[in-house]
Structure formats: C-alpha cells, structure tokens
C-alpha cells in the first residue's frame, strides 16, 4: 500500500540529547514537509522540500535541521537548542504542483524529559 | 499570505448536514481554497478542494462565494466519526518563498452529537 509513514509514534529524550524523527513515503511524491503541532493549536511549518538535495525553512525552523537525500525520505532532527521540543510532528508529501492535496503521516509525539 | 477565519467549534446532531463556514477575505485570484480535518492525534485527512466552482466529492461538498471571499464545507449526514477538527486553508500563491506551504489555522472543533 502506497503511504507516508512516521516513526516511532511515541518518542522520550532527555534534554540536551538530540532526536532524529523519521519520515518515509512511497507515493513517488517531490515534495515533503514537516510540521509541529502543540496541543489545541494548528499545525505550524517547520520545513519543507521540494526535491532532492533541497530544502526551505518554514515559519519555525530554528531548533531543527533537515536533509533530504533521497525523494523517500525526509528524517527531522529536533537539536538541543530547540527550547519546547514536546509536541507532536507530522510529516506530510505531495505531488510537485500546486493544486493537489497533501498527505499526512500519522505524527510522532515527542517527550522531553 | 491570505488568511482564513473560522468560527472555534460547533455541534452538529448525527445524520444532519454539518455546514462549516470560512472567510478568506484576502484570497488571490489563483489561490486554492483547501479543506482538512484531523481527528484527535492523528495526521490531517484530506477532504476536499476548489478555486472557484462547487466542488462535490465522496466526503464532502465545497460551496464558494462567487467573490470568493468565503467558502463553506458541508457534510452531508454527519456521523459520530466526523468529530474532528476542520481545517479551511488558502493555499499561497507560487514564489520562491511560499511556494507549495500550507499554513492551518486553529480550524473549528466540530462535534457531532447522538
């Protein structure tokens, strides 16, 4: 089955340690994001790609980094100097054009501890 | 970017047609207006979405104003399992910057109720 999957659904760190979030798809799609949500808030950007070797910072990134070297595959690291690293991460793909839909994994939750 | 208003929450009672309003009073000309939902710890679904005609698919149905300035999702017979949060977004136009971003908002917490 075609799909965008996130791993693990549940994550502890202690802080100053840095977590790697994982995110793969097989739907052949160009673009991918990632996004933080905290409770009852929406979902903000964090990063985005459009292709491989490329990425962009979204409204939040400091904190974070991101590589893209293969079009599957879009892991997120949260560093220790992101100061609210709990929340909740979703990944998203979508086609490289404008007028199609995303699709989302099923998020990671975070703890720091 | 252009920005979206929705209402906080609402209720709607199973098997009614649930009809969720947004203003997108800024909207260019060739921004899509998308909509999502997210059930409690899940990843956004999907619904629906349209630049400037009625949109109808499986889900849902998309009514938009023929200035474009709002839009409204209607479910036709709401279940139990359509409680969620409904996210109404304007895509941005293309640039180097925006290009491809979909930004939520705090959408509406829809409940249905028996």
């Known amino acids: 089955d075609g799909g965008i999957t996130q791993s693990p659904k549940y994550l502890f760190r202690k802080e100053g340690q840095n977590v790697t979030l994982s995110c793969e798809q097989n739907?052949?799609?160009?673009?991918m994001y990632w996004y933080r949500q905290d409770p009852g808030q929406g979902l903000r950007l964090i990063y985005y790609s459009q292709i491989v070797n490329d990425f962009q910072k979204g409204d939040i990134a400091e904190g974070y980094s991101v590589s893209r070297e293969k079009k599957e595959s879009f892991p997120l690291t949260v560093t220790s100097a992101q100061k609210n690293p709990t929340a909740f991460y979703l990944c998203a793909s979508s086609v490289r054009i404008m007028n199609t839909e995303a699709f989302f994994g099923q998020g990671t939750r975070l703890t720091v501890v | 970017d252009a920005k979206t208003t929705q209402p906080p929450s609402m209720d709607c009672a199973e098997g009614r047609a649930a009809n969720l309003p947004c203003n997108h009073s800024?909207?260019?000309?060739?921004?899509?207006v998308y909509w999502y939902r997210q059930i409690h710890s899940q990843g956004p679904q999907y619904i629906i979405h349209g630049l400037k005609n009625n949109e109808t698919n499986e889900m849902a149905s998309l009514i938009i104003t023929e200035d474009r300035k709002s839009s409204t999702l209607i479910l036709p017979h709401a279940t139990l399992r359509d409680t969620a949060v409904y996210y109404c977004?304007?895509?941005?136009?293309?640039?180097?910057?925006?290009?491809?971003?979909?930004?939520f908002g705090a959408g509406t917490q829809v409940v249905v109720t028996p």
């Open positions: 977004i304007v895509r941005p136009p293309m640039t180097t910057d925006s290009w491809g971003k979909l930004q």
């Open positions: 739907l052949n799609h160009d673009a």
């Open positions: 800024t909207i260019s000309g060739n921004e899509y």
